[in-house]
């Protein structure tokens, strides 16, 4: 008889066999199974049978993950791993005598220590190693850290070997290297015959988890980035050069867990190619959290990313998860890094160099796992040189720099993106066309608000054309001037991108939060901050 086997931090809780049609789960009494974590749904999902195999239904509102994927539905199969809430849940059908000795998530095998722009070329580095159970058998594999144990929920799962605990062990990929820890086994962790609960790895060695022996060799390679063929990476565009040989960068980049620091001027595209690092990687299915830290004033920013303990300040009402937690397991985009206060970029850099954080008026350390994608418009380089940005921060950010060139340098990406536009944004069923002399128009102005600019331009068009054909009288630019207008007072700017949020959001508070990526708990205190009341800005009905 098929089975369910429950997992709750790396161990083994219960095993339910799954003799009706239907097996609900959640955290309603009522459920079959009952799970009382707040993450769960009241009824979270359904394993149904259906002519002798089992399939899981989605019925939650935070989602149900299996094999590290968001599904709706899923036929299940051996070994299957189903993530609801902060249990792992193993499924095994009927008749399953053995599995296999060694599993292996889909990770990726290596870890990106550079790219050198000027030779378009990754330096990565990885660990082959050599896993010899105590039945005799190898199993040899490229790894790029992750936890080891008996447990389906780790990225190496050894079953065959009585003395590995469920969660075992785990190899942390950190700045000059790996790191080997302990996670609280029951016979410990060894290293070169030496037991060790957080050890660096020489470059070659043994570690030994039960009667398990895993031979490691630390190797690192370098690979050549060729232009992508395609004009598209998903759904951003590009046929020139520049944009395709980023596209290849960006690709292979994504599965890594590689920081990567994105540059170019507003309306590049930057959130784009960071959401496209957290799709194509194994954190797809974890959250996607992007951090304005232009748009939060200094006195918030630290409450924003780390979070804050009650009572911690007059405002701190309740105790606040910061970004770092919120996107636990997933991505965090910075965005606007180079406004991020000098004081709270020495926190930063100790949190990427030890993945640990402390909420502000908290007495002890949280760790947190998350990739960070930060991005700019500024020239970090330059405010390094003049003393406004941390070197080292700069240098720890600086693993892949990403820069996007203005659409006035890739002109060749202009046709395409300004087709697409047209095609994207004609109303259905009045598809629109343009006229003889409007793509020449449109590469031939600067586009100083870059491939932004050029869609609100086409799409301003779009509205104004009077027939099917877009001329091009219809295209009408901003006219930029190259002058930029005189800088406001700060507090005048915050204020100014608040109200816009407001009025943008039709006073829509949680609306007008994510617009600015800020929780809405700073939204409230830049609104107390500025004496800003909500209500004139909500539409009457």
């Not at 290596?110 to 058998?137: A, F």
């Not at 760790?367 to 930060?374: C, G, H, P, T, Y």
Request: hydrophobic share 35%; charged share 25%.
């Amino acid at each position: 008889m098929a089975s369910l086997i429950f997992y709750h931090n790396g161990r083994p809780v219960m095993k339910r066999k799954l003799g009706g049609y239907v097996i609900n789960i959640g955290r309603d009494p009522s459920s079959d199974i009952e799970l009382t974590d707040e993450d769960v749904s009241r009824t979270h999902a359904s394993i149904v049978r259906e002519s002798g195999s089992y399939k899981l239904i989605d019925k939650s509102t935070n989602g149900t993950v299996v094999n590290d994927k968001k599904v709706s539905s899923h036929s299940l199969s051996v070994d299957d791993v189903i993530t609801i809430g902060s249990w792992k849940i193993r499924f095994e059908p009927g008749g399953v005598t053995s599995r296999p000795a060694t599993v292996i998530k889909d990770i990726s095998p290596t870890r990106v220590l550079k790219y050198e722009k000027t030779k378009n070329e990754l330096l990565t580095e990885s660990l082959e190693l050599t896993i010899s159970t105590p039945d005799g058998k190898e199993r040899e594999l490229r790894f790029a850290g992750g936890s080891i144990g008996a447990s389906p929920a780790n990225d190496i799962t050894i079953n065959d070997d009585r003395y590995i605990s469920g969660s075992h062990c785990m190899i942390k990929s950190v700045a000059n290297g790996f790191i080997i820890q302990d996670v609280g086994s029951r016979n410990g962790t060894l290293l070169n015959d030496a037991l060790v609960m957080s050890e660096r790895l020489p470059k070659s060695g043994v570690i030994t988890i039960g009667k398990t022996l895993i031979k490691y060799k630390i190797k690192e390679s370098r690979e050549n980035i060729r232009p992508f063929e395609r004009p598209n990476l998903g759904n951003i565009l590009g046929a020139s050069l520049v944009m395709r040989e980023l596209f290849s960068l960006a690709e292979r980049i994504a599965p890594t867990d590689a920081t990567v620091l994105i540059t170019g001027e507003s309306g590049t595209g930057k959130e784009l190619f960071a959401r496209y690092m957290h799709e194509g990687s194994a954190r797809a299915a974890k959250p996607f959290m992007a951090i304005n830290c232009g748009a939060i004033s200094s006195n918030l920013i630290e409450s924003e990313l780390f979070g804050h303990e009650r009572g911690a300040f007059t405002s701190a009402v309740s105790q606040q998860k910061g970004a770092f937690e919120q996107a636990s397991s997933g991505t965090l985009f910075l965005d606007e890094i180079g406004e991020m206060p000098l004081e709270l970029q020495t926190r930063l850099l100790r949190v990427l160099e030890n993945m640990q954080i402390r909420r502000v008026g908290g007495q002890s350390d949280i760790s947190v796992d998350v990739r960070l994608v930060a991005a700019t418009n500024k020239n970090l380089k330059e405010m390094v040189r003049k003393g406004k940005f941390r070197e080292d921060l700069f240098f720890r950010l600086f693993i892949v720099p990403i820069h996007l060139p203005p659409l006035r340098e890739r002109r060749d990406d202009i046709t395409v993106l300004a087709l697409h536009f047209l095609n994207d944004l004609s109303p259905e069923g009045g598809s629109k066309i343009f006229d003889a002399g409007v793509l020449e128009k449109l590469r031939e102005y600067n586009w100083p608000g870059n491939v932004r600019e050029l869609k609100n331009t086409i799409q301003r068009a779009i509205l104004i054309s009077k027939d099917a054909s877009v001329k091009a009288e219809d295209m009408i630019f901003s006219e930029l001037t190259e002058k930029p207008p005189e800088s406001l007072p700060l507090d005048d700017v915050e204020k100014k991108i608040l109200v816009t949020a407001l009025k943008n959001s039709s006073g829509n508070a949680s609306k007008a939060a994510r617009e600015l990526k800020i929780s809405r708990t700073t939204l409230y205190s830049m609104l107390g901050k500025f004496g800003i009341r909500i209500e004139p800005f909500k539409v009457k009905e």
